[in-house]
């Protein structure tokens, strides 16, 4: 645990590596000021550490969470903010979250990201593995850490690509996205993750994350992007629910026509929905959708990719 009991606490020590197949440890959390009856006003709360990195078919581990600020001293007027009170003390900020650790080189999940403290940001959650051939699908990204009151969720890890097919029953999958942390009272909902990418064998996009729930006054996280460079792009992520008074958001379809290792005639993913505002809220306008890969010249056999340019002529006899 960091030290504290200053204007500034100190960081908490990120953990080790695991072994060849062990998960990692969890961070440590951080300093918590606020429950700290020795801490000087104002004092910040320690971040959490970050989770260490799965071994080749271990897991993440989990970062650790902020810890909260210490209270600052009352003005004359007893409210507890120097612009406010004379002679007051603003009272610290909440620490951070750590970031999860990513999963193994061969399988595991990313690990999820620690919660913030009051007023801190959720760490972002760790992403999933590739699939390697033959092995199990892609693993799915983990959820962002929820914000502190008044603060930012985080973003939701990527899934990771599937596994090329080595035979019936052993097709890799792709992983979807994780989901955005949920933000603070007045903080904004984390951005989902982005769904793991389809090949030739496994032509399915994984799903974007969906969005992050904002807090009272915050605004819903964007969904993430679907997967694509496959036959079939995942979808979009829903978008998180505003809150009281909160405008939703909308996340973008997969943009085919951008990505140069897009397949010829790849279809464009479909925008997100809108969020839907708060009781007094606007609703958040719906995603674009993402342009289709061009399709294949006349007479031309495409490569597995347009974007490598590797495209060989078909003989007319």
């Known amino acids: 645990?960091?030290?504290?009991?200053g204007a500034t606490a100190g960081h908490t020590g990120a953990t080790g590596v695991s072994g060849v197949s062990g998960d990692g440890g969890a961070g440590g959390d951080g300093y918590n000021a606020g429950a700290d009856p020795s801490a000087a006003p104002g004092t910040a709360g320690g971040d959490g550490g970050a989770g260490g990195d799965g071994g080749s078919t271990g897991n993440g581990g989990a970062g650790g969470a902020g810890g909260s600020g210490a209270a600052g001293?009352?003005?004359?007027?007893?409210?507890?903010?120097?612009a406010l009170g004379t002679n007051g003390f603003v009272g610290g900020l909440g620490g951070n979250g750590g970031?999860?650790?990513?999963?193994?080189?061969?399988?595991?999940n990313g690990g999820a990201g620690g919660g913030g403290g009051l007023g801190g940001v959720g760490g972002a959650g760790g992403d999933g593995v590739t699939g390697l051939s033959g092995a199990a699908a892609g693993a799915k990204g983990q959820a962002g850490g929820d914000g502190g009151t008044g603060g930012i969720g985080g973003a939701g890890g990527n899934g990771g690509a599937g596994g090329v097919a080595l035979g019936s029953g052993s097709a890799g999958g792709n992983g979807d996205g994780g989901d955005g942390g949920a933000g603070g009272s007045s903080g904004t909902g984390g951005t989902g993750g982005r769904g793991g990418d389809g090949d030739a064998a496994t032509p399915d996009g994984g799903d974007g994350g969906n969005g992050g729930t904002s807090g009272a006054a915050g605004i819903g996280g964007a969904g993430g992007v679907a997967g694509g460079t496959g036959a079939t792009a995942g979808h979009t992520g829903a978008t998180g629910?505003?809150?009281?008074?909160?405008?939703?958001?909308?996340?973008d379809g997969y943009n085919a026509g951008a990505d140069p290792s897009a397949v010829a005639g790849t279809a464009g993913g479909n925008g997100g929905a809108g969020g839907d505002g708060g009781s007094t809220g606007n609703g958040g306008a719906g995603g674009a959708g993402g342009s289709g890969a061009a399709a294949c010249p006349a007479l031309m056999v495409c490569s597995r990719s347009v974007g490598d340019e590797r495209i060989r002529r078909r003989s007319r006899r």
């Open 99 to 108: 970031a999860g650790g990513r999963g193994g080189s061969i399988s595991g």
């Open 1 to 5: 645990m960091a030290g504290g009991t």
């Open 241 to 251: 629910v505003s809150g009281v008074s909160g405008d939703g958001g909308g996340g």
């Open 73 to 82: 001293l009352p003005g004359a007027n007893g409210v507890f903010a120097g």
